[in-house]
């Protein structure tokens, strides 16, 4: 009785244990990056490899992920129109989110004005057409580009949507195979394991990956640029605080009765990978397994999570919002309301044909801004010293967004297990950090989404 007592708690303390050191770790890591950046600023910026390299590798792992948890969720649900009501939802709540984004930024940008007195030099022109180059696609090419050349193409393009359109093609396929599709499903099932258990040794390289990644942003940015565009940068952050904790917060309390700041706290360490890498990309298989564990449907986070990483960019509308706006101001020419009001909404659009593309933020601001005010663009160089300072916030925001996005979808699709949701928030079911998944439980959401089926394939099995 006593050694089992004693040995039964262990595991689970040492994994916790190797964790927790881990990601103290990575603060030590961006601290030490931020010291060297300061110090030493052409050596910091020739370690942003060390960042990218971190980067690419995580999402190397994206597409398989993505691919693993829509087909294993959908071939598991007996009607299909299930999984179209989820899509339905999650695109209605995405196209009101980012209307209501856009015009909290039109709201602080209007009021705090932070483009005036600043003076547009040539080097500045020549730095703003220099971001027209970007990969910025029209909507008819980004609609196109969903489908892709090859059905093992989509792993490779580095296409979120691709990858999602092959996995809900072969969803519905495994789905309508019934009982002769079940052992390709166990078979994705341990292909997926395999994946999160890559994913988690990867995750080991963190601090180093944050170290370069920091240290290149301070190191080419420097305390000048930060000075002198600290108006904006703080509104911004401002803004993106006051549109998660209020305008979020208050969604995920009416609609689920959680507490942001809990649901937060339960992502704090995906919060701070995204912290000290500036790519929200970087959180997003970590995202799709920590919904899964809080007790979300697999359809439901398979879904909502790759689809809002393309559609619902609220941290990225409101960038837009205000660096339209600090431009125009910073060059002489204000924009009125007729005109800002048409622009947003142009880049509204825009925004969904670059999204994926590395620097979307600033990429989709020049390419929509070459499209409908040219004479704009030569101001775009003001903000490329502090951009990727801003797409901190915007990578913070457009995560917290999507999380709160797939607990509300899952909540109205009834495809939620509360109960779950608050033992994990308790703390009384950790996230298990060496597998990513709920071994035990054969999957975080199986409980009442595949365990009938699954049941009956082993009755059938025994026979």
């Not at 703390?427 to 049941?455: M, N, S, Y």
């Amino acid at each position: 009785m006593t050694s089992a007592a004693d040995t039964a708690p262990a595991a689970p303390k040492a994994k916790r244990d190797r964790t927790h050191y881990l990601y103290i770790a990575v603060i030590i890591a961006v601290a030490a990056g931020i010291a060297v950046g300061l110090a030493a600023p052409d050596f910091a910026v020739g370690l942003k490899p060390i960042g990218t390299g971190f980067v690419n590798l995580i999402k190397m792992m994206i597409s398989p992920i993505i691919f693993c948890t829509i087909v294993l969720g959908i071939g598991s649900v007996r009607k299909a129109a299930k999984v179209g009501a989820v899509g339905g939802i999650a695109m209605g709540y995405f196209t009101v989110m980012s209307f209501v984004a856009l015009g909290i930024g039109l709201v602080v940008g209007n009021i705090l004005e932070p483009g005036t007195g600043l003076a547009v030099t040539d080097a500045i022109k020549d730095a703003g057409h220099a971001q027209v180059d970007a990969e910025a696609k029209d909507t008819t090419e980004f609609l196109l580009g969903i489908i892709p050349t090859t059905i093992v193409s989509a792993f490779t393009n580095e296409s979120v949507l691709q990858t999602l359109l092959i996995a809900l093609l072969a969803g519905f396929a495994l789905q309508g195979m019934g009982s002769a599709g079940q052992p390709i499903l166990r078979g994705i099932e341990h292909i997926q394991r395999l994946v999160f258990r890559i994913l988690a040794m990867v995750m080991w390289a963190a601090p180093i990956g944050a170290f370069g990644a920091i240290a290149a942003v301070t190191g080419s940015a420097g305390l000048d640029a930060l000075k002198s565009l600290a108006v904006l940068m703080l509104g911004f952050y401002v803004t993106c605080f006051l549109f998660v904790f209020i305008v979020l917060g208050i969604l995920l309390r009416v609609f689920t009765g959680l507490n942001i700041l809990t649901l937060f706290k339960y992502l704090g360490r995906e919060f701070l990978l995204i912290l000290s890498t500036s790519s929200s990309e970087s959180a997003l298989p970590r995202l799709i397994a920590k919904m899964e564990h809080l007790g979300v449907s697999k359809p439901v986070v398979g879904i909502t999570v790759p689809t809002g990483y393309s559609f619902n960019l609220d941290g990225t509308m409101i960038y837009m919002t205000m660096a339209s706006l600090f431009i125009a101001d910073a060059m002489g020419t204000p924009m009125s309301i007729g005109e800002q009001i048409p622009l947003l909404l142009f880049l509204l659009i825009a925004s969904k044909g670059a999204a994926g593309v590395t620097g979307a933020g600033l990429a989709t601001l020049a390419g929509g801004l070459q499209s409908h005010k040219p004479a704009m663009v030569d101001g775009i160089g003001l903000i490329v010293g502090i951009d990727r300072f801003m797409s901190e916030a915007r990578a913070l925001t457009n995560f917290a967004g999507n999380a709160v996005a797939t607990v509300l979808i899952g909540t109205w699709t009834k495809e939620i297990d509360k109960e779950r949701v608050n033992q994990v928030l308790a703390g009384q079911l950790p996230f298990d950090e060496k597998t990513l998944l709920d071994d035990a439980h054969g999957g975080p959401a199986e409980g009442h989404v595949e365990v009938p089926e699954q049941g009956g394939e082993k009755e059938l099995a025994k026979a």
